[in-house]
C-alpha cells in the first residue's frame, strides 16, 4: 500500500511541480525528506557564500537538518530570529532584518494544483521575504499541503493548520487551542492576521518550491 500511495502522490507531486514551473517558479520534487540535505545543501552553501541567510519557522524546514548545517558553517552569516536565548524584543529586531537577507528560507501552508502558494501568519515575518526583499527564497512542502486550488487552501488552513499551530505555543491564549475550531476570534495572540496569496514568482525562478513525498508539518 506504501508503494501504491507514493506513486500516486509522485504523479501528483510532477503535475504541481508543473504548475508552478508555469507561473515562474522553480520547482524540484524530492521522493524523501532524508534526501533534501544532500540534493540541497550544496548548492545553498555555495549561493549563500559571503551572503546573509535567514528563515521563517516551518516544521518541515527544521526537519531537513538544513538550519542545523546553516548555523554552523563560516562562508554565510546566519540570522537567527528564533532563538531562545534572546529576547523577544531581540529576535523580531532580527526578523526584520532578516527582510534583507540575500537568501530566505521557510515552508508554506498550502500549495495548489493550480500552482499558488497560500499562506496565513501571525506577524508577517514568514510571508513578507517570500514576497520582496531576499533575492533568493527556498520553500519546502510536504505532499499534505497540497490541495485542489486556493478556496480550498483556505479551509485547510483555517480548519486544521491554524489551530494546530496554535496549540504549538502554549503561551498563546486562542479559542481554537481548546476547541480545535477556527472562531474567527479577537484574542491579542491571535495568529491568524495577514494572508498571502503567490500566484507568481517574481522575478522568473527567484522562488525554488521543494515538493517533498512524504506528510510533513501542519
Not at 508503494?3 to 515562474?24: H, M, P, R, V, Y
Amino acid at each position: 500500500m506504501d508503494d501504491t500511495l507514493n506513486k500516486f502522490w509522485a504523479l501528483k507531486l510532477k503535475a504541481c511541480a508543473e504548475a508552478f514551473s508555469s507561473n515562474g517558479f522553480r520547482t524540484i520534487v524530492v521522493n524523501r525528506l532524508s534526501e533534501v540535505a544532500d540534493l540541497l545543501l550544496p548548492e545553498i552553501v555555495t549561493l549563500a557564500h559571503g551572503k546573509v541567510v535567514s528563515y521563517g519557522d516551518s516544521l518541515t524546514l527544521h526537519k531537513t537538518g538544513l538550519l542545523k548545517t546553516l548555523k554552523q558553517e563560516p562562508s554565510l552569516t546566519f540570522l537567527d530570529g528564533f532563538n531562545p536565548e534572546r529576547s523577544r524584543a531581540e529576535n523580531m529586531d532580527i526578523r526584520r532584518q532578516a527582510l534583507l537577507s540575500d537568501l530566505f528560507l521557510t515552508g508554506t501552508n498550502a500549495v495548489t494544483m493550480t500552482g499558488q502558494l497560500v499562506n496565513l501568519d501571525m506577524i508577517g515575518n514568514r510571508i513578507a521575504p517570500v514576497v520582496f526583499g531576499p533575492s533568493k527564497v527556498y520553500l519546502f512542502v510536504g505532499r499534505n499541503k497540497v490541495v485542489d486550488d486556493v478556496s480550498q487552501a483556505m479551509d485547510r488552513i483555517r480548519s486544521y493548520a491554524a489551530p494546530m499551530n496554535a496549540m504549538r505555543h502554549p503561551k498563546f491564549k486562542t479559542p481554537c487551542q481548546t476547541t480545535g475550531i477556527c472562531h474567527d476570534c479577537k484574542s491579542p495572540d491571535r495568529i491568524c492576521n495577514s494572508w498571502l496569496i503567490t500566484e507568481k514568482s517574481f522575478p522568473k525562478e527567484r522562488i525554488t518550491l521543494v515538493l517533498i513525498n512524504e506528510d510533513l508539518g501542519l
